[in-house]
C-alpha cells in the first residue's frame, strides 16, 4: 500500500557479523531485504509502525510541514512505486512526503515513512536520481535499518536525560545545541553502503539507469564543497570521521559504480526521464519560504513578522523553522529566535530571570535599538565565551540573539558581532510586501550561451556562476549544450 501525504531524504560492506551470529545463532536473523545473516533486531515490525507514526508529526514540524503541491506529491508518488515494486516488500506499506525545506535531505523512519525534501529535489538532475535517492530510504526501511539502530543505541536516551539535567536552563541548552547536530550518526557507515547497494538494485529492476545514483552522489559532494565556500569553512571530500553521518563522498560514488557495473546494464541503456523530472520541478520554491522568514545574500528578513537584520562578510546564515543560525570564521556563531513575555516583565528581568535563569551572567545592560527595548549579558558556557541578547518588539514579544566565540579569538569578532544585532530592525508593510520568494525555472540553452551567461540571470551577487554549474551538474569548466534543458533560480 502506497500513501501519499506530499514529498524529503536521507542518503546513507555488508554487516561483517557470521561470527558474532554463531556464538548467539538464537539472536540472528536473516536480513529480510539482503538475506546476510545478523544480529535480530530488539524492535519488532509494530514496534518500528508505531515508533514512525509517533515521530511523523515531530518531522513535519522541525521541517516546515508537507510542500503544498499535490501535482508534485503525485509525481514523486509514481515514481515511488515504481521502486517499490520491486523490493522484497511491494505491498508496504510506505507513506512518502515531500517536506516544505530548502534543506538537501532525505531520510526514513521505521515502519515505511519516507521523506525527500524539495530542496532536493531542486538539486536532482533527473527521474533517475530521484528513484536512486528513493531507492536508498526504502533500502533502510527494508533492511530495518532503524531497527538495528534502536538495538546498537539503546542508553542513548539515558544519556541525553543526564545532559539535560546537567544542562539546566533554556539558554544554556540552545548554546550547547549550536553546531552539535552531527555528534550521532544516523546509520552507521555499513548501513549507509548497504542501502546504496539496495538503492542501485532497485533502479535496474525498476528500469531505471543505475548509475544515476552515483552520479547524484557526484552532485551532493559538489554541492557540499560549494556550500561550504560559500560559508568560508573547510571541506575535505575525502574525510572519514568516525561520527560522520555518511561515508566519504568519493568512496560511496566509487562503490555505487561497482554496483551499477555488477547489474550488467550499460550507461544510459535504462531511462533518466530528464524532460519529465524538469518539468514536474519547474516552479517549485527555492531556498526559504516567505512565510517562514527567506535569507538574501547576508540578510534576513521576515515579512510575515516584520523585521530584518544582516550578517556582515565572512558570516552566513541558515533559517529553519525553529531558529536562524548565524554562522562566521573560526567557530564563531549565533541563533536568533523569538519568544513571548508576559507584558508587564522589563526586559532586562526578563533576560535574567527568564531566558538566563540559573546562567551566571556578568555585564547586563539595558540599551535602544532602533526605537525598542533591549538588553545584554554575557557568560561563560561551555568552550564558548557567550553573549546574550533580548529586545522587546512588542510588550509581549521578544526576540533573542545567543551568541558565542572561542576564546582563542579573543575579541576580534565582538565588533562584527555587535553590527548583527544593531541591524535588527522593523520593517515597513511595503518592505514586506516587496519579499518574493526563489523559485527553480526551467530554460533552454540557445547557440553560443555559456554557463556565465545563466550565471548572471541567478538570483545571487556571489558565487552565480559556480551555483548555476552545482545546480545543473556541470563540472568546473563544463558548458551546457545548445538544446539542453537548464535549472535556474530566480525572484520573479
Not at 133 to 138: N, Q, R
Not at 155 to 170: F, K, M, N, P, Y
Not at 279 to 287: C, T
Request: with cysteine.
Amino acid at each position: 500500500m502506497l500513501r501519499v501525504i506530499l514529498p524529503p531524504m536521507g542518503l546513507g560492506l555488508r554487516l561483517l557479523v557470521p561470527a558474532l551470529c554463531l556464538a548467539v545463532i538464537a539472536g540472528c536473523a536473516a536480513n529480510p531485504a539482503t538475506g546476510e545473516r545478523q544480529i535480530a533486531p530488539l524492535m519488532s515490525a509494530e514496534q518500528e509502525a508505531r515508533a514512525g507514526a509517533e515521530a511523523h508529526p515531530k518531522i513535519l514540524e522541525a521541517y516546515g510541514g508537507a510542500y503544498d503541491d499535490p501535482r508534485l506529491g503525485s509525481y514523486v508518488a509514481e515514481v515511488t512505486a515504481r521502486i517499490v515494486q520491486v523490493t522484497n516488500r511491494p505491498d508496504g506499506p510506505y507513506r512518502v512526503t515531500v517536506l516544505d525545506s530548502p534543506v538537501v535531505n532525505a531520510f526514513a523512519l521505521p515502519g515505511g515513512y519516507v521523506y525527500v525534501t524539495r530542496g532536493l529535489m531542486a538539486l536532482a538532475n533527473d527521474e533517475a536520481e530521484l528513484a536512486g535517492v528513493i531507492g536508498h530510504e526504502i533500502g533502510h526501511v527494508n533492511a530495518r535499518h532503524s531497527a538495528q539502530r534502536q538495538t546498537a543505541a539503546m542508553g542513548t536516551s539515558l544519556l541525553g536525560a543526564v545532559l539535560g539535567a546537567v544542562v539546566g536552563s533554556d539558554a544554556i541548552n540552545q548554546i550547547v545545541g549550536l553546531g552539535g547536530q552531527g555528534l550521532l550518526a544516523s546509520y552507521s557507515r555499513e548501513q549507509e553502503y548497504e542501502a546504496d547497494m539496495l538503492g542501485v538494485r532497485y533502479l535496474a529492476q525498476a528500469g531505471y539507469d543505475p548509475y544515476a545514483a552515483a552520479d547524484f552522489l557526484e552532485v551532493m559532494g559538489e554541492h557540499s564543497a560549494l556550500t561550504a565556500r560559500i560559508r568560508n569553512a573547510q571541506y575535505s571530500a575525502s574525510r572519514n570521521d568516525w561520527l560522520a553521518s555518511h561515508p566519504a563522498t568519493p568512496d560511496r560514488v566509487a562503490a555505487a559504480v561497482e554496483h551499477a557495473r555488477a547489474t550488467g546494464i550499460s550507461m544510459g541503456q535504462q531511462r533518466r526521464n530528464r524532460e519529465a523530472y524538469l518539468a514536474a520541478i519547474d516552479g517549485i520554491l527555492y531556498g526559504d519560504d516567505p512565510e517562514q522568514g527567506i535569507v538574501r545574500d547576508r540578510e534576513f528578513i521576515h515579512p510575515k513578522l516584520r523585521f530584518a537584520f544582516n550578517a556582515p562578510q565572512r558570516f552566513s546564515i541558515t533559517n529553519s523553522p525553529r531558529a536562524v543560525l548565524i554562522e562566521g570564521p573560526e567557530g564563531t556563531i549565533a541563533q536568533f529566535d523569538g519568544a513571548s513575555k508576559q507584558a508587564d516583565l522589563e526586559i532586562g528581568q526578563y533576560l535574567a530571570n527568564v531566558w538566563a535563569r540559573g546562567v551566571r551572567l556578568t555585564s547586563l545592560e539595558r540599551f535602544t535599538l532602533n526605537g525598542m527595548k533591549a538588553a545584554t549579558a554575557t557568560a561563560t558556557i561551555g568552550k564558548y565565551n557567550g553573549r546574550i541578547v533580548a529586545i522587546e518588539y512588542a510588550p509581549d514579544q521578544v526576540y533573542r540573539f545567543l551568541m558565542g566565540t572561542l576564546p582563542q579569538t579573543g575579541d576580534r569578532y565582538d565588533v562584527a558581532l555587535k553590527s548583527i544585532v544593531m541591524s535588527f530592525r522593523k520593517i515597513t508593510a511595503a518592505e514586506a510586501r516587496s519579499v518574493e520568494p526563489l523559485r527553480i525555472r526551467i530554460a533552454t540553452v540557445r547557440a553560443g550561451e555559456m554557463a556565465a551567461d545563466f550565471g548572471r540571470r541567478m538570483a545571487f551577487s556571489d558565487y552565480p556562476t559556480e551555483r548555476f554549474r552545482v545546480l545543473n551538474g556541470l563540472g568546473p569548466n563544463e558548458q551546457p549544450s545548445t538544446g539542453q534543458r537548464v535549472k535556474l533560480i530566480v525572484d520573479r
